[in-house]
């Protein structure tokens, strides 16, 4: 994990002349580095660089990833996986379904990893790393380091999740929220900015994201009765990637959920 950590600041602390052959708002590129995906959709540009990689289905080319941490992003990108397929057996064990029924539904098929770099912000009070918002994936596996400030709102209240050293901190997503009908709660989620940082996290996201797949998913229908009703319309994970994506972090204070309730 620590290798991983210091793969991604290496990778954010490289000159940007070296940096700038990633840059691009093209999310089919194998390797996306910009500040802001939704730099012309946010009401306020967050504290933070990111640059991220498709690593599951279709793994990217070895030489299309950055040579400072190629190797790295393999190796802890495997490890993710196993990971996360661990995590939907759990999950679907929860739900009273079979073990393997998540994984069946395809929801560990693809994975994104997202390096974030929250430079040092000299008036932190002022800005946000991240701002408020639950992820748009199954769930997400995310690993921090030393800095802090990340919260997740709990009654109507931030709470500092303690940064932990080893600990990796596994958020529900929208979508695991969407197919369980509502039996897991997507968790709403910042990052405060800081003036010690720079800090740097890796996020990688349960989804295949913008990859096209026909796949529809919708509340699980063994987990629905007559008192327990759909509460969601079915959706390609596509196309819940697009409407979240295409509104930004927080527009509104609510959640793209919404839009695919019944
Ligand atoms: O940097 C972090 O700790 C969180 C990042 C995050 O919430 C995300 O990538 O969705
Ligand atoms: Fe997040």
């Known amino acids: 994990m620590e290798e991983m950590k210091d793969g991604v600041r290496r990778f954010h602390e490289q000159d940007v002349e070296v940096k700038k052959q990633y840059y691009t708002r093209d999310f089919t590129k194998p390797v996306v580095y910009n500040s802001n995906f939704d730099l012309y959709t ?20 070895m030489e299309d990833l950055p040579p400072v941490c190629r190797d790295i992003m393999v190796n802890y990108s495997k490890q993710v996986m196993n990971l996360g397929n661990l995590l939907l057996e759990l999950l679907s064990q929860a739900l009273g379904l079979k073990p393997d029924q998540l994984k069946d539904m395809d929801c560990g098929r693809g994975f994104l990893m997202l390096c974030h770099y929250y430079p040092g912000c000299p008036k932190p009070e002022l800005a946000l790393g991240t701002s408020k918002h639950a992820d748009n994936d199954f769930f997400t596996v995310l690993l921090q380091d030393h800095i802090g400030g990340l919260q997740v709102l709990h009654e109507d209240k931030w709470i500092d999740v303690p940064c932990s050293p080893g600990a990796l901190v596994i958020n529900i997503g929208d979508l695991l929220q969407l197919i369980s009908n509502d039996a897991f709660v997507s968790v709403e989620h910042r990052v405060l900015a800081n003036s010690d940082g720079p800090r740097v996290s890796v996020a990688c996201f349960f989804s295949t994201s913008l990859k096209s797949d026909p796949v529809l998913y919708g509340p699980i229908k063994e987990l629905l009765s007559e008192g327990n009703p759909p509460k969601y319309r079915e959706t390609t994970v596509r196309d819940y990637v697009i409407y979240s994506n295409g509104r930004g972090l927080d527009v509104d204070g609510t959640s793209p959920l919404l839009h695919f309730r019944l």
Not at 42 to 61: E, G, H, I, Y
């Open 42 to 61: 946010s009401l306020a540009v967050n504290w933070r660089d990111t640059f991220f990689s498709r690593m599951a289905p279709d793994p990217p080319k």
